[in-house]
Nanobody, 114 residues
Framework: QVQLAESGGGLVQPGGSLRLSCAASGNIFSTNIMAWYRQAPGKQRALVAGISSGGNANYADSVKGRFTISRDNAKNTVYLQMNSLKPEDTAVYYC????????WGQGTQVTVSS
């Protein structure tokens, strides 16, 4: 099994920045994808960004140019740098590890409000 520990959420004003981190531990395969999803109230969970163990990244159209996903394979950690945050980015953000099975973090709240 894989366990995920997220950190970095909080309250930020529109236009501000936050950095989320997610550390994976347990039975980690060298080939995997780590990703960030988010779920706003009343909406389905949706992919924000994903990155393969080889470093290939993809983003939802709504965050392209504002968010950057990166990872440190030595630390089994994935990051999400979020800039130019908007109120519509408000959601619970979940880290996901996608290997033989998918594991989810507990979620961290991001609130963008003045």
């Amino acid at each position: 099994q894989v366990q995920l520990a997220e950190s970095g959420g909080g309250l930020v004003q529109p236009g501000g920045s936050l950095r989320l981190s997610c550390a994976a531990s347990g039975n980690i395969f060298s080939t995997n994808i780590m990703a960030w999803y988010r779920q706003a109230p009343g909406k389905q969970r949706a992919l924000v960004a994903g990155i393969s163990s080889g470093g290939n990244a993809n983003y939802a159209d709504s965050v392209k140019g504002r968010f950057t996903i990166s990872r440190d394979n030595a630390k089994n950690t994935v990051y999400l740098q979020m800039n130019s945050l908007k109120p519509e980015d408000t959601a619970v953000y979940y880290c996901a590890y996608i290997g033989v099975r998918t594991a989810w973090g507990q979620g961290t709240q991001v609130t963008v409000s003045s």
